[in-house]
Each structure stands twice: as C-alpha cells, then as structure tokens.
C-alpha cells in the first residue's frame, strides 16, 4: 500500500481526558509513516501527560500558550492553521467539542481550529453518559454539519469502569482514516455500499407499533469501517434509541417501517456494488391500522397480521452479476441448515449467522459471535468479539470474494 501520509504536514490537537496517553503513541505511528507532526495541547491536556514527551516524540516544540519565552514570543495560531494539510484532535472531550460547536476560542488550540483552512478529524474520547448526553450528540452533528470529520469512538471498558461507548479510537484506526483521506487505496475505495440496520415499527395506532429488540449496532459498524476503508456508505436505518456516531461519508436515510425501509433499498441496490442486509425486519404487519388510539374496552384484543416484503428476496431477485449481496441470518435452532437454505433461495453471495443461543452475542450487545456461509460452501466460524472487530472480519470476507476477484 502506498504511503500517503509521507511529507504530510499534521498538527495534532491534545485535549484534556485520560486518553491523551494514547497521543504519544499516535504521534509516533505519525512520525513513523514520515508525516512532519507539530502537537498543540490545552492547558488541561498537560495534567494528563507531558509536553516533552509529545516534543521528544514527534521532534517539534510543543505549545499551548498564545506566547512563549516568557511572553516574548508570539506563537502565531494563523501561521499554525496554515501550516497544516490536517489538522487532527485527539483526544476531542465533551469540553472541546463543545467548544469547537460554539466557536469559543480560549485557548492555542480553539484559535488554530477556528483559523484552520485544512480538513479537520476528531476523535471523541469520554465516558458513558457524557457520550449519550443529549448535548454531546447535538454538539457533534453540529460539527459534521460544519465539514468537521468524526473519527468514531470505541465501545469497551472506561477509566470510570463502566464498559461502553466513549473509547477514544486506537492511533492505530486514527492513522487508517488519515490514510485514506489522503488517498491510500482502501480495500472499497470508490465502492458504493448499500447497508440497512436497526429494527422495523408496524403501527397499530399512532401510538402502538409491534418491533422488535434490534439496536442496529451491527450494521453501524459495519457502515463505518467500511467508509473508513473508502467506500461511499448509504445507511438505511430503523428507529432505534442508541445513539450513533456516524463517519461523515455515511449517507443516513431514517426510515420506520418495513415498507419505508423496502423502498429506501430497493430504490438504492441498482447503484450498490456490495448491498449488506443486517436489519431486522417485522416478518408481520397490522392489517388494519387505526387511525385513532385504541381505546381499551374489552379483555382482548385481536389483531390481524399479514406478511411484509422480503426486502433480501426482493433484492436477490434483482441482484447483477457485478453486485455482491449479503444477509444476515438470526437462528435459535437447526442455525446452519436454515442459513444455508437462505443463502440458496434468496440468491445471496454470503450469509452471516447470528444463534441467540451464543452468550453475548444477538441484539443489544456490544459483542457478537458469528459463522460466515459462503456460496462457494465455504464455512468459518469466528470467537465472540466486540462488534467493531466483527465487522473487519465480516468486510475482509467480502474483499476475498469481491474486490479482488
């Protein structure tokens, strides 16, 4: 792979959060690939780690002040700005972001961001609640809509101890999104992914539906590592109540119901190359909607169902010889018989097989445990793993049977 972070020009913004030691290692990969690195820390970030570890590291003075030498020197936050072909911050707190949202400008590292001309990455590090926080999530839409690239956070244990989202992303990660925002020939770059995930609601009334327990966590990370491997993402999501942070390149379409979500794919699959269907979709819908809320006058209740579309036939039936298609397979028993079965009358390239009956994996974890069923009659099964890192193992199936056939 060509190296395109070479003679790179970055300038490296260090927040205040217990994450800033994982700048030195980022620094270090940075220095390593041959990118000229300049690091501007806030006054915060320095109780957390020192200045001249980062200045030993990537071989240029650090700063955080508006002056230096004992207020003699100006260090000018334009010329910085300017400098810089990328400007990347991490750790980017709650405070920093914040901050960034509302153009406050308090310190070095505010004033080069506001004068920056170049892309800007961040990569968010906090614990569990301030990640969830409604004030958070509006703060970072408000950056994507500002062109600001959102390197998305881990799911894992926190120096709180509580285990969840927050996790700054590995430097390892961070240095794969400056690569390829450079032009590092991604395994999908210039791929068009189709991708729909999370649950399905049937109405009742408008106040009733029938759903089902799907987070769409699965297909979010899979929507992310692939756009942090150059493809362009379009993300069919379903109602969910799990906040996602979404790569900037990820094209978000909201829908509710089973019939939305078969009209956002199949209006969207002639232009995919790789279609990956992870939702989970209602099987059944109310044949009768009321329009009224139903009012509670009887022991029971009847309700008559009738069956949706199957949104993986419906594309499979469709499906080019150029285009690679994926399902997802949810068994509780009998697993690889009926994912087979799926994989021959839908027309798919490649299942992936869910069993509830896997401690930890299934809807609601941040871990999951899956078997690959290639048309080929190939089979792998894979240990349980936190749902990122099942991702890259279930994108590096595709890229085998795709990209580089």
């Known amino acids: 792979m060509k190296n395109n972070l070479h003679n790179k020009k970055i300038l490296l913004g260090v927040s205040g959060g217990i994450a800033a030691y994982k700048s030195a290692f980022l620094v270090r990969l940075l220095v390593k690939a041959g990118a000229e690195v300049r690091v501007v820390m806030t006054p915060a970030a320095q109780e957390f780690i020192g200045p001249i570890t980062l200045a030993t590291l990537s071989k240029n003075p650090v700063l955080s002040e508006f002056t230096s030498d004992e207020g003699l020197a100006w260090n000018n936050h334009v010329e910085l700005a300017l400098w810089a072909d990328v400007v990347v911050i991490a750790p980017a707190t709650s405070n920093t972001l914040a901050k960034m949202a509302t153009g406050l400008c308090d310190n070095l590292l505010m004033a080069v961001y506001l004068s920056a001309k170049s892309p800007v990455f961040v990569a968010p590090a906090m614990d569990l609640d301030m990640a969830e926080h409604p004030s958070l999530l509006r703060n970072v839409q408000t950056l994507t809509s500002d062109g600001v690239h959102i390197i998305p956070y881990n799911t894992g244990e926190l120096a709180s101890g509580l285990t969840g989202p927050g996790r700054m992303a590995e430097p390892e990660e961070i240095v794969h999104v400056l690569e390829n925002h450079f032009g590092s020939d991604g395994g999908f770059t210039g791929k068009r992914v189709l991708i729909n995930a999370g649950p399905t609601y049937e109405a009742l009334d408008p106040v009733r539906f029938i759903g ?194």
């Not at 990370?221 to 942070?245: C, D, K, M, R, W």
């Not at 969207?268 to 809320?293: G, H, M, N, W, Y």
């Open 212 to 405: 089902n327990r799907s987070t769409g966590k699965m297909g979010v990370a899979l929507a992310n590592e692939l756009a942090n491997q150059g493809a362009t993402v379009q993300l069919v999501l379903g109602p969910t109540s799990i906040p996602h942070v979404l790569h900037p390149s990820i094209d978000r379409i909201d829908v509710e119901s089973a019939a939305d979500m078969l009209d956002a794919c199949v209006s969207r699959f002639a232009e995919a190359d790789v279609a990956i269907l992870t939702a989970a979709v209602s099987d059944f819908t109310p044949e009768i909607k009321s329009d009224q809320k139903i009012k509670k006058t009887a022991n029971t209740l009847e309700v008559q169902l009738v069956k949706t579309a199957d949104i993986l036939s419906k594309l499979g039936e469709s499906k080019r010889s150029d285009q690679y298609l994926v399902g997802f397979a949810l068994e509780t028993n009998n697993e690889l018989e009926y994912a087979k079965q799926k994989l021959q009358r839908k027309n798919l390239d490649m299942v992936v097989l869910n069993s509830l009956n896997d401690k930890g994996a299934g809807f609601g974890h941040d871990t999951n445990k899956v078997t690959i069923l290639h048309k080929s009659g190939e089979v792998i099964i894979f240990d349980l793993k936190d749902k990122k890192e099942v991702a890259k193992d279930i994108i590096n199936q595709i890229a085998d049977k795709f990209t580089h056939a």
